[in-house]
């Protein structure tokens, strides 16, 4: 069990889910995110569900230390902190809040903080609802708000990743910038290439065409090595030798 330290990673807590195949997509989406912990709430057709484990692509500790409870109120019994995932309030009075928002509370909350998804077809009943202590909605176009219990597990454990170091890819060495001189150089020679072959026409349009090229060719930031491979296409076009400088 993991410690009770303020910003301890969530349980995810699924109630009566029907499938055994959206258990093992949902511990595919916690363990993208960063969550590991899986408590389950009588399942219908019971735990373990041979159809978890293919769905879980590779998520396989989440399911061998998935807990199995016969209630909700055993499952969140040593959680302070309960969010009830639902797109209504169903008649229960309570505060609110986006994932995000929850997320931010879960990170700083002092104690365990279950956050709970009810069965496929129906969500949570009123009677789940009614022992959280908070309401989360995922904004969802109003004219089609159908989200998997996947979809929704995965909405809620991005949110919290969000505070967390999670490893991303490396990051493409993109090289250093071309100081302007080096630039200049390259600018010039393409400059001269282009009044020599009469590219700026007519006259009048000169200032202008100029001043687009150069805001053209300033965008992209290019490094020291693109500057040289650019020149040296330069060189090439013009018949010459590629430039020493």
């Known amino acids: 069990m993991a410690d009770h330290l303020s910003g301890s990673p969530p349980v995810i807590v699924l109630v009566r889910p029907q499938l055994g195949e959206n258990i ?17 709430v009588a399942p219908r057709d019971g735990w ?12 396989d500790s989440v399911l061998e230390h998935a807990t ?23 008649g229960v009075t309570k505060p609110v809040l986006t994932p995000e928002v929850a997320a931010r509370e879960i990170h700083g909350a002092v104690g365990r903080s279950a956050i709970v998804f009810g069965p496929e077809r129906s969500g949570l009943a009123s009677d ?7 309401i989360v909605t995922v904004p969802i176009n109003p004219v089609f708000g159908s989200l998997n219990l996947a979809q929704a597990v995965m909405v809620i454990a991005y949110e919290w990743s969000k505070g967390e170091a999670l490893v991303s890819p490396p990051a493409t060495d993109l090289g250093t910038p071309a100081p302007q001189d080096e630039f200049e150089g390259m600018y010039g020679q393409l400059e001269t290439m282009l009044v020599n072959a009469g590219f700026f026409h007519p006259p009048e349009r000169n200032v202008t065409v100029r001043r687009t090229l150069r805001t053209l060719l300033t965008k992209p930031g290019w490094t020291s090595q693109e500057v040289r491979t650019m020149r040296g296409v330069l060189s090439a076009l013009d018949g010459k030798k590629r430039p020493r400088d």
């Open 24 to 40: 093992g997509k949902a511990a595919r989406a916690m363990l993208n995110f960063g969550l590991s912990e899986l408590r389950l």
């Open 48 to 59: 373990p569900n041979p159809s978890a484990g293919p769905a879980a692509s590779g998520a």
């Open 68 to 90: 199995l409870f016969a209630s909700l109120a055993d499952a969140v019994a040593d959680c302070a902190h309960v969010y009830a995932t639902t797109v209504r309030k169903r």
């Open 128 to 134: 789940d609802v009614a022992l959280a202590r908070t």
